[in-house]
Nanobody, 119 residues
Framework: QVQLVESGGGLVQPGGSLRLSCAASGRILSINVMSWYRQAPGEQRELVAAVTSGVTNYLESVKGRFTISRDISKKTVYLQMNSLKPEDTAVYYC??????????????WGQGTQVTVSS
């Protein structure tokens, strides 16, 4: 069984910063892509950032403000969010493409963490 557990969300003022973390655990052989998505009320879920083999990509609206990174040894991905704007308010979800010990690759999701940017 594989789990993704997120932490680090909360309430922050515009211009502030937050750091999200997502740790994978369980019967994991390897992790390929690790990503962060977000979903605002009434909106579709969108890809915010992804990292694989050192290559990163970002949603255009967060480029220069958000940084995704991963610690392979800890099976953890981070999302450093700076210069936050009210439009960044959403539930943020971690996702990972994981090869488990049954030799099947699956997409796993975390439970989501709320990020609210408001004065």
């Amino acid at each position: 069984q594989v789990q993704l557990v997120e932490s680090g969300g909360g309430l922050v003022q515009p211009g502030g910063s937050l750091r999200l973390s997502c740790a994978a655990s369980g019967r994991i052989l390897s992790i390929n892509v690790m990503s962060w998505y977000r979903q605002a009320p009434g909106e579709q879920r969108e890809l915010v950032a992804a990292v694989t083999s050192g290559v990163t990509n970002y949603l255009e609206s967060v480029k220069g403000r958000f940084t995704i990174s991963r610690d392979i040894s800890k099976k953890t991905v981070y999302l450093q969010m700076n210069s936050l704007k009210p439009e960044d308010t959403a539930v943020y979800y971690c996702s990972a493409k994981i090869l488990s010990d049954d030799y099947v690759v699956r997409d796993y999701w975390g439970q989501g963490t709320q990020v609210t940017v408001s004065s």
